[in-house]
């Protein structure tokens, strides 16, 4: 009855996070030495992630009942949960980076807006753009042909300028 008691605060301290979490990706730390998880984590806070060593079974129970649990399959070995709040597709992202310079952390599996994405499939998650750059980007498309066609008005009207 203690043990229950004892993992109770760290059951909700997950449930928590995972609440308002609109991704979690599983990964296998190992390897990772405690300089490379410092830099790693400071990447993640910056960007608003919150990165969480638990054990296995306290991940399991909390994510009971949540879409997160298709992340059970999953749940072996030493594992570390990153959960993304606004941006869907940071953590995969922040992985994927800093797997560049330190591949000894790889992907296990994640769930990303409700849907669940092997290792393979959040590899490739972590190549979609952030909701900022996507936007921008649209923007700059939508900009495009205004710009197009103001400068084409200005080149009619200097021509009718130059005809007087």
Excluded: W
Excluded at 8 to 19: F, G, L, M, Q, T
Excluded at 29 to 50: H, I, P, S
Excluded at 79 to 98: H, N, Q
Excluded at 122 to 140: E, M
Aim: hydrophobic share 45%.
């Amino acid at each position: 009855m203690a043990k229950i008691e004892l993992k109770k605060p760290i059951v909700d301290e997950i449930k928590e996070i995972a609440s308002d979490a609109t991704a979690a990706v599983l990964v296998d730390y190992r390897g990772l030495t405690v300089e490379q998880d410092t830099v790693l984590r400071k990447m993640f806070r910056e960007a608003g992630v919150v990165y969480k060593v638990y054990k296995n079974t306290m991940l399991h129970i909390a994510f009971e009942g949540t879409d997160f649990a298709q992340l059970d399959p999953n749940l072996e070995g030493p594992t570390a949960v990153a959960f993304g709040k606004g941006d869907a597709t940071a953590p995969a992202r922040i992985i994927k980076e800093f797997a560049k310079q330190c591949p000894a952390i790889e992907f296990k599996a994640g769930v990303v807006e409700g849907a669940y994405y092997d290792a393979e499939g959040i590899n490739v998650i972590a190549d979609i753009p952030s909701r900022d750059v996507l936007i921008s980007k649209l923007l700059g498309s939508l900009q495009s042909p205004i710009t197009n066609f103001a400068r084409v008005l200005n080149q009619i009207a200097e021509k009718g300028e130059a005809a007087e």
